[in-house]
């Protein structure tokens, strides 16, 4: 059954500050879409919006899980987590002074997940052996891209059929970065996901990703596939100095 998201004209910000200026966009059924723009310009508002930890004062904000179809404006954060959404921040939140073990289990408070605890834990550990191999070490102590790793597999502890992937390559170094990325579309095969990944690295993103969006001053100033994308001039603008 279908699982997807459509945001239509959406605004929001920070009090009287407005970021996003009217965006809309559609994620389909096990699309990996990419969210790009530089700093600055709206993309952890746009996530924050669809988790409801940012609120949106204009537009819709609506998805489908499983044939299910959800008004987002209207539910609180943890219910929209519930009914199968996870974000794996931007610096990815996690409990340094905690295990590698420990802050996975935290990732499945919901109820549903919870029973499913074990099961989940072994897929973690069988798309990152590395988290295996660390589970006793405390989160705080891995390198950059361990951590990343640690987030990204915490989120799918709460077993999610959306994930919200913001900025997965901040800080790390290129070959961590592709990596990391590698890894997402593992994951997303593996997990039957439906993605929506905001990244600066443009290029990176783009590997993975079906369809991209360049949000520019929180406005959707670009669409379309990789290709369409490196075609236009507005990337070529953003991205590549030209
Ligand atoms: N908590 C906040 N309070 C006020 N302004 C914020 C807050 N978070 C972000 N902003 C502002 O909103 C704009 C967009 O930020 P953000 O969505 O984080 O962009 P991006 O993720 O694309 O870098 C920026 O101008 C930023 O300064
Ligand atoms: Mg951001």
Redesign the pocket.
Known sequence: MATEIHIRNLHA???A?T??NGVSIDVNDTETVALL????????????SIMGL?RATQGEIRATIDGQALNLREMSTEQIVEAGIALVP?GRHLFPKMTVAKNLMLGAYKKAARAELERSLAQAYEVFPILKERREQLAGSMSGGEQQMLALARALMSRPKILLI??PSVGLAPILVHHVINQIKTLKEMAGLTVLM?E?NFTQAMRVADRGYL?VH?EMAVQGTTEELYGSDLVKKYYMGL
Do not use: P, W
């Open positions: 910000g920070y009090g500050v970021v996003l723009g530089t700093n600055g310009n709206g993309k952890s508002t746009l996530m924050k940012v931007e913001d900025e905001a600066q949000i929180g």
